[in-house]
């Protein structure tokens, strides 16, 4: 598989490693990456000769940084919404790949990054690697279901906190709370990432397939949620603070919201 925004590779013991490769943007989500992951994702789950993704961000700084801030600006409350649907729609797909996808989070996971992480089964975080949804700080809300798959992971209190504060968590609060399953030290953070991967390649496909099916049902309502979460986006996205908050990330300097 070919792409301009990721990268894709087969390694031994049917696992495919999936890289972000936007450094120079550490690595954060425009449509062409949400795009391309659709496609490479679409590609391993009809390929059978991979087992386990591997997913991960290109350099040492960030997993993903967040989503590309630049596409939201002018961006009407039906197109926010359309815009969530759209990335939620790729991350549910990813989320219900019916092979094993590890996140090795390297450096920021924050905001779609951060939704990222929490979409793939199983998180390892290097050492250096921190957390957040910091989208309030933009007057905005999640819109790639952080509001729903955070909560089920570390709890309705500190995923309120989380997502209200805007704050970043470190990764070795990430693993206190169950954000993360592992930390490893940032050198060997695919190595151990490729070799988990591996070894749950090495497993009975059918019983891993089942496995993975059953997890679903014990997230709830999720579907109604994301859809919720969508149309919020879309209308907080339309309002005076949010045109202001992302303004005044995209230039730089702190942003004054008033409350509407």
């Known amino acids: 598989m070919s792409f301009s925004s990721i990268l894709a590779e087969e390694h031994e013991g049917g696992v495919l490693l ?19 992951l659709e496609e490479c994702f679409r590609g391993a789950r009809d390929n059978s000769d991979v087992r386990a993704v591997v997913l991960t961000g290109a350099g040492t700084r960030a997993f993903v ?18 815009l969530a649907r759209r990335g939620q729609k790729v991350f549910l797909q990813i989320e219900r790949l019916r092979k094993p996808v590890i996140a090795a989070v390297n450096g920021f996971a924050l905001g779609g990054g951060c939704e990222l992480a929490l979409a793939c089964h199983i998180r390892v975080a290097a050492d250096n690697a921190s957390f957040g949804q910091p989208e309030v700080n933009l007057g905005i809300i999640p819109g790639y279901g952080g509001t729903q798959r955070l909560p089920r992971l570390v709890g309705r209190g500190r995923a309120a906190e989380m997502l209200m504060s805007g704050d970043r968590i470190s990764a070795q609060r990430a693993y206190e709370v169950g954000l993360v399953n592992a930390v490893v030290p940032a050198d060997d953070l695919i190595e151990n990432a490729l070799a988990l991967a591996s070894t749950l390649a090495s ?14 049902y014990c997230e709830g309502h999720l579907a109604d949620g994301l859809a919720q979460e969508a149309m919020l986006f879309g209308s907080v996205l ?3 603070d949010a045109r202001e908050g992302v303004a005044a990330f995209l230039e730089k300097r702190k942003a004054e919201f008033k409350g509407r």
Do not use: C, M, W, Y
């Open 18 to 36: 999936v890289t972000v490769n936007r450094p120079g943007k550490l690595n954060a989500l425009n449509r062409v990456v949400i795009d391309e």
């Open 203 to 216: 497993k009975a496909p059918l019983a891993v397939t089942a496995i993975l099916e059953s997890l679903h």
């Open 65 to 82: 940084a967040g989503a590309d801030i630049g596409e939201f600006a002018g961006l009407s409350a039906e197109a926010a919404e359309q």
């Open 238 to 240: 339309g309002t005076e």
